[in-house]
């Protein structure tokens, strides 16, 4: 119902910046936001940013906060996440979220893409 397009993760050195971009379609009423949560091995998902469609408000961790930054591109249904300084820490396979609901009558869901993979290495 839902299909996602992810791309832009690669293998890093520190200080340096990538950008990764989602985009979402497929059978959708309405998208409430869409984000990017990282999962590292060992550890939990966790919520990296995350933007409100329709009125553009953000939501960063406060590990990201300052480094990262979460915007809308032309398309209301892509997301880009520029990455700047980037850290060994910042390493882990990147989730694109999207929070929809498929029918006027449904409420709004967790969707998730296939992830990719970002390094950050010397």
């Given amino acids: 119902q839902v299909q996602f397009v992810e791309s832009g993760g690669g293998l890093v050195q520190p200080g340096t910046s990538l950008r990764l971009s989602c985009a979402v379609s497929g059978t959708i009423f309405r998208l409430y936001t869409m984000g990017w949560y990282r999962q590292a091995p060992g550890k939990q998902r966790e919520l990296v940013a995350v933007i409100n469609i329709g009125g553009g408000s953000t939501q960063y961790a406060d590990s ?11 398309d209301k249904n892509t997301v880009l996440l520029q990455m700047n300084r980037l850290k060994p820490e910042d390493t882990a396979v990147y989730y694109c979220n999207a929070v929809v609901s498929v029918t006027s009558s449904m409420r709004g869901e967790n ?12």
Avoid: C, N, P
């Fill in 111 to 122: 969707y998730w893409g296939q992830g990719t993979q970002v390094t950050v290495s010397s």
């Fill in 64 to 74: 990201v906060t300052g480094r990262f930054t979460i915007l809308k591109d032309y």
